[in-house]
């Protein structure tokens, strides 16, 4: 009895055998501009960060087996999350950046240098880049066509996603 009750208190389970199956998913990089311009207005009364953050999320809860990762980026870029299969982590992370969060200037060939970096070490067939920004490159040691050029030589489809509607827009003060 003494031992039965040892045995039930371990809790046996039987393991299945892991499931293989054939996936074609995609690593992707979402770079997102977080310099101190993405606070204007445009999207009254929100602004370009919150409707892009917004955006990015819409994007993720659609993704099935792909894996993302996120870069925010201003005048220097930084990784926010790895690649991962955890969306719940990349949502969670994403409401919590903000503009202003990195030095200032929009360092668009960098984000896109850094996400190359970080997609070097994936086995994915297919990679890309998601880069969200509403101005031009302004800082960084690597220009935008530059940095496109290497992602073309390394099969990285860079998709670019300007935001805001042009002209002047409201900005706090």
Do not use: C
């Not at 199956?21 to 370009?48: G, Q, Y």
């Amino acid at each position: 009895a003494i031992m039965l009750a040892v045995l039930a208190a371990a809790r046996p389970q039987v393991l299945a055998e892991p499931e293989a199956r054939d996936v074609e998913a995609i690593d992707v990089i979402v770079a997102l501009d977080v310099s101190t311009s993405m606070r204007a207005a445009d999207f009254r009364p929100r602004d370009r960060l919150f409707v892009a953050k917004q955006s990015v999320a819409d994007f993720i809860r659609q993704r099935d087996e792909d894996r993302i990762g996120l870069l925010v980026f201003a005048g220097q870029a930084s990784s926010w999350t790895p690649l991962t299969l955890d969306y719940e982590l990349v949502l969670e992370l994403l409401a919590q950046v903000e503009a202003g969060m990195l030095p200032d200037g929009t360092a668009i060939g960098t984000a896109i240098g850094t996400a190359l970096v970080h997609l070097r070490s994936s086995e994915a067939e297919t990679k890309a880049i998601v880069l969200i920004t509403d101005g031009d490159n302004t800082k960084g040691n690597i220009t935008p066509r530059e940095a496109a050029r290497i992602a073309a030589e390394e099969g990285v489809t860079l998709y670019t996603i300007a935001i805001g509607e042009g002209g002047l827009a409201p900005y706090p003060v």
